[in-house]
């Protein structure tokens, strides 16, 4: 199975926001952190807004932070507001149509596929390699310029 751009955008975004759970990060620096189209990650971030997963705060120092702690957000959830759970072929023009074996199939692989990664959540994936948080920590702007997040509580990324 191969995840779509937007996928791919939206968990880059949403472990970017894990490392920096006490500010509101510009989505500018989230696409030049991972070298990523802004106007695609804008589509994203919209989706991920409206998804309940990300918070966003307009202006001139606004932008986006994760919707609730990274150990409560699963990767199964961010991958289903981008891919959808619709089915991985579309058989309304095929022969088979309502008489293929091959839908049930199908439909086991991606119930299996997302199950694993309902799994795991975003601070389980910052924690598995040594250097994951360090790198998205050090492509992030200069603390001095960062926005404290409104309501936010003191927490670790892994909290």
Do not use: W
């Amino acid at each position: 199975m191969r995840l779509s751009r937007f996928s791919d955008y939206a968990l880059r975004a949403c472990l970017y926001l894990a490392a920096h759970p006490n500010r509101l990060v510009p989505i500018a620096e989230i696409a030049r952190s991972h070298d990523l189209s802004q106007s695609n990650l804008m589509k994203v971030v919209n989706l991920l807004v409206d998804g309940g997963v990300l918070a966003s705060t307009r202006g001139r120092h606004g932008g986006v932070a994760l919707a609730r702690a990274p150990r409560d957000i699963r990767l199964g959830q961010v991958v289903r507001l981008m891919e959808g759970d619709g089915d991985l072929v579309n058989c309304a023009n095929c022969l088979l149509d309502g008489s293929c074996g091959l839908v049930r199939v199908l439909h086991q692989a991606t119930e299996a596929f997302y199950g694993a990664l309902d799994h795991h959540d975003l601070a389980s994936v910052l924690a598995v390699h040594p250097r994951t948080l360090d790198l998205l920590l050090s492509a992030s702007t200069s603390p001095s310029t960062a926005t404290p997040c409104p309501g936010s509580t003191e927490r670790t990324p892994s909290a």
